[in-house]
């Protein structure tokens, strides 16, 4: 399995693999960063925090096709009903495999901390001490702040061959 290391929050908006940025709708700090190669998407986060005076930032690969896996799960799993071909009731996950690596979604009852729900992307081949590598997105900041459109965006662009 391709590994990759981890970006460089300082010089990642230089990066030629960069196709797409968005600020997180919660702090206007950290910015979301797509970034795709020859073979794979790798989502990404960047934070300045201020306490420390340092970047954290953190990030998830998978195969190229992956990314459109994980949108059409979203649609063809969690918005429909079972009777519908969706996840059966009270499943609440998701497990595939695209290109030889595993990728899974799964429903986030408190993905804010406040309740509020969202999706966790996970890569359960890729390990980040020890840990599948994973991201909580909340339903407000990929529904109603753009990152689920960003993603269709760079999934048909992937899917066209032009990324």
Do not use: C
Request: charged share 30%.
């Amino acid at each position: 399995m391709k590994q990759f290391p981890a970006i460089d929050p300082l010089t990642v908006d230089y990066d030629t693999t960069l196709v797409a940025t968005l600020t997180d709708d919660r702090d206007p700090d950290t910015t979301w960063l797509v970034l795709v190669n020859d073979t794979h998407v790798i989502i990404a986060d960047k934070a300045w925090y201020q306490r420390r005076n340092k970047w954290l930032h953190y990030q998830i690969e998978f195969p190229k096709r992956g990314l459109q896996w994980y949108i059409d799960t979203l649609r063809d799993k969690f918005f429909r009903t079972e009777a519908q071909g969706g996840l059966p009731k009270g499943t609440f996950n998701h497990v595939g495999e695209v290109d030889g690596e595993r990728l899974a979604v799964i429903r986030a009852f408190n993905a804010d901390g406040k309740g509020g729900g969202g999706y966790m992307f996970v890569t359960p081949d890729r390990k980040d001490n020890e840990l599948s590598k994973t991201y909580t997105f909340t339903d407000k900041l990929l529904f109603e702040h753009g990152l689920i459109r960003i993603f269709e965006d760079v999934a048909g662009k992937i899917a066209r061959g032009e990324l």
